[in-house]
């Protein structure tokens, strides 16, 4: 399994942009899964965006032309940039990184994005 640890939550007001990272303990194989969740209190973790292997990529619809995922394989990382932030966007974010194949889903331990009124 794959230790991974997220970054660069915080406070930011809405309309405003922010930017996650989540750098991996191990090699992150380029046909690896990589992706953000998000739950909020009282909610169910839901699927944020993903990235396979080739780079194609999916976007829960709440997120579609705010927010973009991309990785970096060199360094072991995966990111979200966010933009024009809502408050219904305010949740802990998580990263994951999947491979059927390898059988590895792992999680990191979360960071927390507030977006204010």
């Known amino acids: 399994q794959v230790q991974l640890v997220e970054s660069g939550g915080g406070l930011v007001q809405p309309g405003g942009s922010l930017r996650l990272s989540c750098a991996a303990s191990?090699?992150?194989?380029?046909?690896?899964?990589m992706g953000w969740y998000r739950q909020a209190p009282g909610k169910q973790r839901e699927l944020v965006a993903v990235i396979n292997g080739g780079g194609i990529t999916n976007y829960a619809d709440s997120v579609k032309g705010r927010f973009t995922i991309s990785r970096d394989n060199a360094k072991n990382a995966v990111y979200l940039q966010m933009n024009s932030l809502k408050p219904e966007d305010t949740a802990v974010y998580f990263c994951n990184v999947q491979s059927a194949v390898d059988r590895v889903d792992s999680w990191g331990q979360g960071t927390q994005v507030t977006v204010s009124s």
């Open positions: 191990a090699t992150i194989f380029s046909t690896y899964r």
